[in-house]
């Protein structure tokens, strides 16, 4: 007799979970989509029980962090928890009742993370760092970190993104950017990007540098090595270029991610999409 809770990660990368998702505006119950600097928005997360035992109350924890690869509780907002009770081999959806009040420091762009606990299925082995939202090594916690920008083709567009270290000890680490990869139908529809289609690999560039201005050489479609001292974030910054142009009803995708001692330990991915001349995303013609 046991409990196996789960939030799904995402696939092929686990930090595009598709069981976390937001709705903009003042209705919990409304249509998925991108969330909007200045407004509200509500988190929803599903949580599956693989276990053959039903739990009862067992409590979802919500957060929200600025643009960054991998993520700390120290370095997120708690928005808020949930209590929701799950049958075994069944599922729920589970809404948070606070809403997220949208800033205007990132415009929006911000990470989601969810994790799902109870005494009856205790994260094991216990964290070597607590303050790690650690997605990948723990079936009952998932991230979102994905989300859209508008590119011009003539202006291009940047973002950035912090690589946070831990108050232990300095972190050393390897960034990397790629540009590719399609999205599942579901996942569009969750960006609100429903009728889009890929624009194909060459159609965007992207690199790293350490900064919009920076003197320091970039790295296009590569690597930066980083030291990020104890208790600190460091900012990257990925700059995106389309010379060709994205039409109105593509998109591409980048994929930044964060790497030490031989494996992903955070990614962040977006979606880029033709901006019109007041940044606003064109509209899909039918």
């Known amino acids: ?19 976390i998702w937001v709705v903009p505006g003042s ?13 509200s928005a509500y988190l929803w997360a599903r949580v599956r029980n693989d276990g053959d035992t039903d739990v009862s109350a067992a409590q979802v924890d919500f957060w929200i962090a600025n643009p960054s690869l991998q993520i700390r509780k120290s370095t997120a907002t708690h928005i808020g928890s949930a209590y929701v009770d799950v049958p075994a081999a069944g599922s729920q959806d ?19 993370v969810v994790e799902v606990s109870s005494p009856a299925d205790p994260l094991a082995p216990t964290p070597a760092d607590p303050d790690v939202l650690d997605a990948p090594a723990y079936r009952q916690i998932a991230q979102r970190n994905l989300s859209v920008i508008n590119v011009m083709a003539r ?3 940047h973002r950035m993104i912090g690589v946070n270290a ?13 540009v590719g990869g399609e999205l599942s139908r579901e996942q569009l529809a969750l960006l609100g990007l429903e009728g889009k ?18 003197a320091e050489p970039r ?42 001692h031989g494996r992903v330990i955070g990614g962040y991915t977006t979606v880029a999409v033709r901006g019109d001349d007041d940044g606003r995303a064109a509209e899909v013609k039918d």
């Open 166 to 178: 831990g108050s232990r000890a300095d972190k050393e680490v390897e960034i990397a950017v790629h």
């Open 219 to 260: 790295a296009r479609e590569g690597k930066l090595q980083l030291t990020v001292p104890r208790g600190t974030s460091v900012p990257v910054y990925v700059e995106l270029s389309a010379a060709e142009g994205l039409g109105p009803d593509e998109y591409a995708v980048i994929h930044v991610t964060e790497h030490a």
């Open 94 to 112: 589970v809404l948070c009742l606070v809403p997220w009040h949208v800033t205007f420091l990132n415009g929006g762009h911000e990470c989601a």
């Open 155 to 157: 202006a291009g567009a």
């Open 27 to 39: 209705d919990p119950n409304g249509s998925p989509g991108v969330p909007v600097a200045g407004q």
């Open 197 to 214: 289609r890929h624009a194909g690999e060459r159609r965007l560039t992207a690199q790293l540098s350490r900064g919009p201005q920076s």
């Open 1 to 19: 007799m046991s409990v196996q809770l789960v939030v799904e990660d995402g696939s092929p990368n686990w930090w595009e979970s598709t069981s």
